[in-house]
């Protein structure tokens, strides 16, 4: 079946817009996970959902991020006011389950400029 | 400060060649361990995973090792190929964490040249 999937691929915005990324998670997966991969950095935990339910919101960075998932399918993470620290690849990954011992399957990333 | 560090930070190596790609944390406690390997461009893919009582774990020529007293892991790639290259991600994760708790390194970059 189909992988993760990410939209868009690249985006490229003039600082102080707004941007929407979306993640596809694979089919009947319960739970999502989004990070930021700055350059140069390990992944940095952002947000995870079970179902359409975000518990832990603390590892986004501002509340300028925030992210919403409709139907328990679907997620977009919404950067309002973008600064040109929010460039980075965004990646979406997902699990059958939600716990430390499933594999989280990921996504190919959205590539993010700010200008 | 649960943390984890990978070294060396890039290494090249002819094609053919074995290497290693090392591990350590200091995070706790512990639930298990994981290698990824991210090709430029993709996000990662899960290699292996162990827990606390496995030493060791294979995937094709992929062999890693994990040694929970130390806290350490090594990643062991043998006759490696072009394919190879990539960075190599090492996670570990937080027993009874929440996702948040899932610590990343920041990576081996491997070039593998012909």
């Known amino acids: 079946g189909a992988g993760v999937s990410q939209s868009p691929s690249n985006k490229v915005t003039e600082k102080g817009k707004d941007v929407e990324l979306r993640c596809d998670p694979i089919?009947?997966?319960?739970?999502l996970y989004w990070y930021r991969q700055s350059l140069g950095q390990g992944l940095e935990f952002l947000i995870y959902?079970?179902?359409?339910?975000?518990?832990?919101k603390s590892g986004l960075p501002s509340d300028r991020f925030s992210a919403e998932r409709t139907g328990g399918s679907v997620s977009t993470l919404t950067i309002q006011r973008t600064q040109q620290e929010d460039s980075a690849v965004y990646l979406c990954?997902?699990?059958?389950?939600?716990?430390?011992?499933?594999?989280?399957?990921f996504g190919p990333g959205t590539r993010l400029l700010v200008l | 400060k649960n943390q984890v560090e990978q070294s060396p930070q890039s290494l090249i190596i002819l094609e053919g060649k074995n290497c290693t790609l090392q591990?350590?944390?200091?995070?706790?406690?512990?639930?298990?361990l994981r290698w990824y390997k991210q090709d430029t461009g993709r996000g990662p893919v899960s290699l292996t995973i162990?827990?606390?009582?496995?030493n060791t774990k294979s995937n094709g020529r992929y062999t890693a090792t994990l040694d929970a007293d130390t806290k350490q892991s090594s990643l062991h790639i043998t006759a490696s190929q072009l394919s190879d290259s990539a960075s190599y991600i090492c996670?570990?994760?937080?027993?009874?964490?929440?996702?948040?708790?899932?610590?990343f390194g920041k990576g081996t970059k491997l070039s593998v040249k012909p």
């Open positions: 990954a997902s699990s059958p389950h939600l716990g430390t011992g499933e594999t989280q399957y």
């Open positions: 089919s009947g997966h319960t739970a």
């Open positions: 959902f079970q179902g359409n339910s975000a518990p832990d």
């Open positions: 996670v570990v994760s937080n027993y009874g964490g929440s996702q948040g708790n899932l610590i």
């Open positions: 162990m827990t606390f009582s496995e």
């Open positions: 591990c350590n944390y200091t995070v706790s406690p512990f639930s298990n």
